[in-house]
Nanobody
Framework: VQLQASGGGMAQAGGSLRLSCAAS????????MGWIRQAPGNERELVAR???????TYADSVKGRFTISRDNVRHTVDLQMDSLKPEDTAIYYC??????????????WGQGTLVTVSS
């Protein structure tokens, strides 16, 4: 499966951004999906992931602020980011895996989209 992420950009603290991931070359419903971010000098962090059936889990750092969703018909996975903080600044990657939930070692990755949050 190929993944194409979009929607990154700049926002002020407290603002919102929505990331979208378009999948092609595979049946999205077969895949666990997720979003992973990496800030400069930091390790990759699993932000949110979602099963084929729509069960979502979140990192503690974003719980209550971010919402992951998927549309298996349109082959898209979105990440709604609200109440943004400067520490959310990172490159965000859409990721997919089969057979197990997405982790920082996911098998399939999109190209990444930069999110910058100013204070």
């Amino acid at each position: 499966v190929q993944l194409q992420a979009s929607g990154g950009g700049m926002a002020q603290a407290g603002g919102s951004l929505r990331l979208s991931c378009a999948a092609s070359g595979g049946t999205l419903s077969y895949y666990y999906m997720g979003w992973i971010r990496q800030a400069p000098g930091n390790e990759r962090e699993l932000v949110a992931r979602i099963t084929s059936g729509g069960t979502a889990t979140y990192a503690d750092s974003v719980k209550g602020r971010f919402t992951i969703s998927r549309d298996n018909v349109r082959h898209t996975v979105d990440l709604q980011m609200d109440s943004l903080k400067p520490e959310d600044t990172a490159i965000y990657y859409c990721a997919a895996d089969r057979g197990s939930p997405v982790s920082t070692r996911a098998a399939f990755w999109g190209q990444g989209t930069l999110v910058t949050v100013s204070s």
